[in-house]
């Protein structure tokens, strides 16, 4: 079973004008999936492509990669990291998706999926779901703009009528999109409810591009299930792939994994935030790292809560180190108190 999983993750897949070796991703993560995070899944591979955290498009074209805690890559990774940009106007999102381009991305991704107040209110995000000739004119834009491969990740909307999604994934195709992330659930959910994986399932029926499922996917199990029940071309992982960057490589490559993983892991993770960020955003990091990777652990809280209250990355890895000296049990399925 795991080898019929992993043949399957290892096929490769069209999107646009290039193909990527493999069909697990890594889904879009503010604070999560930064250029440090992405250091450390690069380390175990396994994965098709990886995302970056969302980026404004109106700060995009002034960006210095060196400076900017967002837009920010290695060189090594460009050619596999597709960067998300926000933003609620054509002209802003295409003239981004150029410099996006222009820097050699693998892609460029529209996030129209974000339900954070901060982002909605901006008409950013999935509140453009709500004017759907506008996110159609910004898929639009976007295409006319740049060749690179062009992905859309959006919600169901915000009435729990899968027939809007549908039509909305038609319109992003006939737009010019070459794959879709879908997470199905309503942009105010803030995922409390299970996702709707049988929407994808219709959603992947309607079009003609790849379809990436999103949502909810723990477990090997539940990975082989989103791709026979939807019938998806691929999966984008989100907050597991936080708690375990090495799944990718589990999952797809079977890699063996050891109970030493965990501390090297969480470890390597504190050095590249490092090497990458000054100490306030790297420990900042490192805690909202933790509060996915505690999930892992039978008494994860303790550990989250220690991690939480570290005054600086010596801490961290001092109560690292304390806490693995005892064989902290692992769980199966992670603690989702950890994963609201
Ligand atoms: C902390 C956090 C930050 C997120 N940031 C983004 C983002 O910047 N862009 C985006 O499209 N989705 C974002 N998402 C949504 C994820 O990409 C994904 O759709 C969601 O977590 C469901 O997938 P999962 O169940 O595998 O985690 C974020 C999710 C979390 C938990």
């Keep these: 079973m795991n080898n019929s999983l992993a043949s399957f993750l290892g096929q490769p897949l069209i999107i646009g004008n290039r193909t990527i070796k493999n ?9 999560l999936g930064h250029v440090a995070f992405r250091e450390l899944v690069a380390q175990y591979g396994g994965y098709g492509l990886l995302y970056t955290e ?6 995009i074209p002034n960006e210095n990669r060196f400076v900017s805690p967002y837009f920010k890559w290695r060189d090594e990774e460009i050619t596999r990291l597709v960067c998300q940009i926000f933003g609620g106007e054509p002209g802003i999102m295409a003239r981004a998706a150029r410099r996006v381009e222009a820097e050699g991305f693998f892609g460029v991704d529209i996030n129209f999926g974000c339900a954070n107040g901060s982002i909605c209110r901006q008409n950013c995000g999935a509140a453009i779901l709500k004017d759907p000739d506008l996110a159609v004119n910004i898929v639009s834009e976007v295409r006319q703009a740049v060749s690179i491969p062009l992905s859309v990740k959006f919600r169901t909307g915000w009435k729990d009528d899968p027939r809007y999604a549908v039509d909305l994934a038609c319109s992003f195709e006939a737009a010019g999109a070459d794959a879709l992330i879908f997470h199905p659930r309503v942009a105010p959910d803030r995922r409390t409810r299970p996702p709707r994986w049988d929407y994808i399932a219709l959603v992947k029926r309607a079009v003609g ?12 199990h539940d990975c082989r299930r989103i ?12 907050r597991m792939a936080i708690a ?8 797809s490559q079977n890699l063996k994994v050891s109970p030493e993983i965990y501390l090297e892991a969480a470890l ?5 935030l490092e090497k990458h960020y000054d100490a306030t955003r790297a420990i900042r990091r490192f805690k909202r790292f933790a509060y996915y990777y505690a999930a892992n652990f039978k008494f994860g809280h303790t550990l989250h809560s220690r991690l939480k209250n570290a005054a600086d990355m010596l ?3 001092t109560i690292l180190h304390q806490f693995f000296r005892t064989s902290p049990e692992l769980v199966n399925r992670p603690n989702l108190n950890f994963f609201k």
């Design 315 to 317: 801490q961290i890895e």
């Design 209 to 220: 591009i790849p379809v990436f499922g999103n949502g909810d996917v723990f477990d090997r």
């Design 268 to 272: 390597q993770l504190a050095g590249f």
């Design 244 to 251: 375990k960057p090495w799944i990718f490589a589990e999952w």
């Design 23 to 31: 069909r697990l991703v890594l889904a879009p993560m503010t604070f």
């Design 54 to 59: 969302m980026c404004s498009a109106r700060a």
């Design 227 to 238: 791709i026979k029940e939807t019938g998806c071309d691929g999966v984008a992982l989100g």
